[in-house]
Every structure is written in structure tokens, then in C-alpha cells.
């Protein structure tokens, strides 16, 4: 009877050590199997930033004038692919969706950004070694400090710029509402607008 009581105590107290083991074991490769997901994001990551080299966005003027008091601002600028694969900015309704950003006391601050639903952002497709021409086109009603337009957010429009965009490596919609899509901020050269009134 005595030895039957150790056998099973032992039995017992192996299995609860098999099942310690076992749950460890699960966890440890359950984490090896999370850094390796996290391994490969982070070679995507890379392996974009390294292709974005080829990208670039480029205004089409270094200085942009505002003549008269109530005429609107075009800002023209083109993306530039010269890599060996697509890009895809941001777009909405296939028109691009780019930020402008205000350099105010050495800091970079958005100063424009277009108000458009996210359902909207299907992106623009930049072939290898092809350019896309786009542009923002700012009405005095956008940019007037009285008249409080969401997608305004300072109130002198004189000063530096440059354009800001999302781009991706690649366009997959269920990655996208997911949030595993790579993407990556791009910025333009610098560019002044002034009022010559």
C-alpha cells in the first residue's frame, strides 16, 4: 500500500514537471516564432527604406508668389521613381493626399493636411523609372486666418515649406486595414511661398 501511495506520488509529481516543461517549452516557442515576425518586419522595413533611395519628391519651383490677395495657390511638384520597383503614395480619391509641412523656429510643423476619409486612400501607382506630376492647390478661403478651415492648421502663410507623403512598398488592402502595410514618410526638397502684393 505505502508503495503505491510513492508510485503514484511520483507519478503525480512527474507529470506536473512534464506539463511545467511543456508550457515552458510552448512559451519559449511561441516567443522565437514572435521575433522571428518581428525579424521579418524588421527586413522589410529595411529592405524599403533601401529602395526608397530611389524615390524622391521634387517641387517644380524654389519659390512660390502670391500675386494678388484672392487668387488660389497651386504648389506643383512631382514624385520621382528612379528605383526598379512601384511606389504608391497616398491618394484620396486618386488625387495625392500630401502633407505640407511649415519649418516655424527650426521645427518642422504640419501646416496643411487634406481632410479625407480613410475608405478614400486607395494610392497612386509610380512605375519603375517614371515620374508623376501632382499638386496642392491652396484657395485663399484654406489658408485666411479668419476663415478656420480643418485642413489649415497655422495662420501666416509666408514662409519655408515642403511636401510630406506616406509611401508604400507595396498596395494590399488587407494588410492596409490590418496595419501590417510597410510604409514610410517621404519628404520634398524645401520651398519658399511669399506674397508680392
Same mark, same amino acid.
Given at each position: 500500500? %505505502?508503495?503505491?501511495?510513492?508510485?503514484? !506520488?511520483?507519478?503525480? @509529481?512527474?507529470?506536473?514537471?512534464?506539463?511545467?516543461?511543456?508550457?515552458?517549452?510552448? %512559451?519559449?516557442? !511561441?516567443? /522565437?516564432?514572435?521575433?522571428?515576425?518581428?525579424?521579418?518586419? #524588421? @527586413?522589410?522595413?529595411?529592405?524599403?527604406?533601401?529602395?526608397?533611395?530611389? %524615390?524622391?519628391?521634387?517641387?517644380?519651383?524654389?519659390?512660390?508668389? /502670391?500675386?494678388?490677395?484672392?487668387?488660389?495657390? @497651386?504648389?506643383?511638384?512631382?514624385?520621382?521613381?528612379?528605383?526598379?520597383?512601384? %511606389?504608391?503614395?497616398?491618394?484620396?480619391?486618386?488625387?495625392? #493626399?500630401?502633407?505640407?509641412?511649415?519649418?516655424?523656429?527650426?521645427?518642422?510643423? /504640419?501646416? !496643411?493636411?487634406?481632410?479625407?476619409?480613410?475608405?478614400?486612400?486607395?494610392?497612386?501607382?509610380?512605375?519603375?523609372?517614371?515620374?508623376?506630376?501632382?499638386?496642392?492647390?491652396?484657395?485663399?478661403?484654406?489658408?485666411?486666418?479668419? #476663415?478656420?478651415?480643418?485642413?489649415?492648421?497655422?495662420?501666416?502663410?509666408?514662409?519655408?515649406?515642403?511636401?510630406?507623403?506616406?509611401?508604400?512598398?507595396?498596395?494590399?488592402?488587407?494588410?492596409?486595414?490590418?496595419?501590417?502595410?510597410?510604409?514610410?514618410?517621404?519628404?520634398?526638397?524645401?520651398?519658399? /511661398?511669399?506674397?508680392?502684393?
Amino acid at each position: 500500500m %505505502f508503495l503505491e501511495k510513492q508510485t503514484l !506520488y511520483l507519478s503525480d @509529481k512527474t507529470m506536473r514537471a512534464t506539463i511545467k516543461w511543456s508550457i515552458c517549452l510552448l %512559451f519559449i516557442s !511561441y516567443m /522565437i516564432g514572435c521575433s522571428e515576425l518581428f525579424d521579418s518586419d #524588421s @527586413k522589410n522595413k529595411e529592405m524599403l527604406l533601401v529602395a526608397l533611395e530611389d %524615390f524622391s519628391i521634387k517641387s517644380d519651383q524654389e519659390v512660390y508668389n /502670391i500675386d494678388q490677395e484672392d487668387s488660389p495657390l @497651386k504648389i506643383t511638384y512631382s514624385y520621382i521613381n528612379k528605383g526598379n520597383q512601384n %511606389f504608391y503614395p497616398g491618394s484620396c480619391l486618386g488625387v495625392p #493626399s500630401d502633407v505640407l509641412e511649415k519649418l516655424v523656429d527650426g521645427e518642422w510643423i /504640419i501646416a !496643411y493636411s487634406p481632410v479625407c476619409p480613410d475608405i478614400l486612400r486607395s494610392p497612386i501607382k509610380i512605375e519603375p523609372v517614371k515620374s508623376y506630376e501632382a499638386a496642392i492647390h491652396l484657395s485663399p478661403s484654406i489658408w485666411d486666418p479668419e #476663415s478656420e478651415d480643418e485642413s489649415w492648421h497655422i495662420s501666416d502663410i509666408e514662409g519655408t515649406y515642403r511636401v510630406r507623403e506616406q509611401v508604400y512598398g507595396e498596395w494590399n488592402m488587407k494588410k492596409y486595414d490590418s496595419g501590417n502595410l510597410q510604409s514610410e514618410i517621404v519628404f520634398s526638397n524645401s520651398f519658399v /511661398i511669399k506674397k508680392n502684393l
